[in-house]
């Protein structure tokens, strides 16, 4: 199980997932454009997401001390990568 968290338009969601193998960075943009169009993203719903919205947004991922898989999809940020 993993907790994918998007950040779009200053609004950020939790979406837990069942992932079995590792994802490569570009299968979660396109997991998360597909969960947003579906409505699938807790207030954050936009049937009209365009395919390459996410194309130069960054992914980070992080392993919790529980052991649970954390990925954070955001924008990139004038001061960081």
Known sequence: ???LNITYNGMSADVPME???RVTDHDIRR????????G?????????????A???FVVDRFVS???ADR???RPKVPFGA
């Open 1 to 3: 199980m993993a907790t």
């Open 31 to 38: 997991i998360a454009v597909e969960v947003v169009r579906s």
């Open 19 to 21: 992932l079995e193998t």
């Open 54 to 56: 996410f194309d130069h």
């Open 40 to 52: 699938g993203v807790p207030g954050l719903h936009l049937a009209n997401l365009a395919e390459n």
């Open 65 to 67: 001390p529980q052991g």
């Open 71 to 73: 990925i954070y999809l």
